[in-house]
């Protein structure tokens, strides 16, 4: 999957798509079908996602709470799972947010990337002030010659699919119900980054990962299948991880923090995909070390035991 950030520097390979427009904040459900649409609508056409970095919501409010299901790596992994053959991450920035609906339009989706079909959501607003909507769009298709598809707003069992409703489901410590909406585990991806090493005394060496400007599910302890992407452990394995600030030990930056079962190496700088599978209990400050590593083994045990039922 070939990535392009620039509308205004596009090689002429990389034009004549048929693409979903969108954030895509954990290609859920209704993302993924958007996509098929847009490849349904030109099989002949190479298959690309037009999406933002940083989100819009990051770049207009940069102090709020962070809201992010994946980062930018972690979409692109999934969106390249998806068979997207062009992936059009563009910069976000002052001269993007200034352009008017037209403008977004002419610039951007006609002249620059030089696409054939766009595909997006009913709830779709683009430009300026979020000016444009969905009729705007079709409107300005007929006049420069790209087509629009408007696509339906998808539901599952757990009611209509989005990422507010997935955001809800995480904090709830309900990952199951946001895999329900999402097609797939929810999962953090990211660098293992060195840490305090107390797992390794306790004896539960963890892999540490930071969750810096992602929404922060429950805190606590979760059942996790872990994919390590790179490096000479590269592979699947089953394990448990705890999210949270370690109130044990009196830090308060939130990590991710996770045990790999029958695993022996070192992971630091590696690329690792963790998902979360169930949610066990709440992270808790113990009176002893001894009482920790019960409940660690606790934990471990019953997450072998959920693991091994999938």
């Given at each position: 999957m070939k990535i392009v950030r620039d509308y205004?520097?596009?090689?002429?390979?990389?034009?004549?798509?048929?693409?979903?427009?969108?954030?895509?904040?954990?290609v859920h459900f209704g993302h993924q079908a958007v996509i098929k649409l847009a490849r349904d609508a030109m099989p002949d056409a190479p298959l690309?996602?037009?999406?933002?970095?940083?989100?819009?919501?990051?770049?207009?409010?940069?102090?709020?709470?962070?809201?992010?299901?994946?980062?930018?790596?972690?979409r692109a992994t999934r969106l390249r799972k998806l068979g997207v053959n062009v992936l059009y991450e563009l910069n976000f920035n002052s001269q993007l947010a200034a352009l008017t609906p037209e403008g977004f339009a002419a610039n951007v989706?006609?002249?620059?990337?030089?696409?054939?079909?766009?595909?997006v959501g009913a709830d779709f607003c683009f430009g300026k002030g979020r000016a444009g909507d969905v009729n705007d769009l079709r409107r300005f298709g007929t006049e420069m010659g790209f087509g629009v598809t408007v696509a339906d707003l998808v539901t599952a069992d757990s009611g209509a699919v989005s990422s507010t409703a997935i955001r809800t489901a995480l904090s709830d410590g309900n990952p199951r119900q946001a895999a329900d909406m999402l097609g797939h585990w929810h999962r953090i991806e990211g660098e293992v980054i060195g840490g305090e090493q107390r797992g390794r005394e306790l004896g539960y060496p963890t892999a540490n990962m930071s969750i810096d400007g992602l929404h922060p599910p429950k805190f606590g302890v979760y059942a996790v299948l872990v994919d390590v992407l790179d490096g000479p452990?590269?592979?699947?394995?089953?394990?448990?991880?705890?999210?949270?600030?370690?109130?044990?030990?009196?830090?308060?930056?939130?990590?991710?923090?996770?045990?790999?079962?029958?695993?022996?190496?070192?992971?630091?700088?590696?690329?690792?995909?963790?998902?979360?599978?169930?949610?066990?209990?709440?992270?808790?400050?113990?009176?002893?070390?001894?009482?920790?590593?019960?409940?660690?083994?606790?934990?471990?045990?019953?997450?072998?035991?959920?693991?091994?039922?999938?």
């Open positions: 205004q520097f596009v090689a002429g390979a990389d034009k004549g798509a048929t693409v979903a427009i969108g954030n895509f904040d954990g690309g996602v037009v999406t933002f970095e940083p989100h819009p919501r990051e770049y207009f409010a940069p102090d709020a709470p962070p809201f992010r299901l994946m980062n930018a790596t972690a989706i006609s002249k620059g990337l030089g696409l054939r079909h766009v595909v452990h590269a592979g699947s394995y089953h394990g448990a991880s705890s999210i949270g600030v370690r109130p044990m030990f009196g830090e308060n930056r939130a990590n991710l923090e996770t045990f790999l079962f029958d695993f022996t190496g070192d992971l630091y700088g590696a690329t690792v995909s963790v998902a979360l599978v169930e949610y066990l209990r709440p992270e808790l400050k113990f009176d002893s070390l001894e009482a920790l590593i019960t409940q660690m083994n606790d934990d471990c045990a019953k997450a072998r035991t959920i693991l091994s039922a999938l």
